[in-house]
């Protein structure tokens, strides 16, 4: 039995954070900017809660 491919994590560039927190700014929504990042939404919504940003929509 052949074993599965472990995806593998890439870490995020300081350009990375500056974009992401820019697009938390700029209210993007989050589908939008994981195609852009080529990143996962619960990818992206976790790193925005480790820097306290917001990220999509914002009541």
């Known amino acids: 039995m052949a074993k599965r491919a472990r995806k593998v994590r890439t870490p995020y560039s300081k350009a990375d954070v500056k974009e992401l927190k820019a697009h938390s700014r700029q209210r993007t929504p989050v589908v939008k900017v994981a195609k852009l990042m080529k990143r996962t939404v ?3 919504r ?3 809660h480790l820097l306290g940003i917001g990220l999509g929509h914002q009541r």
Do not use: F, I
């Open 42 to 44: 619960p990818a992206l």
């Open 46 to 48: 976790a790193k925005a």
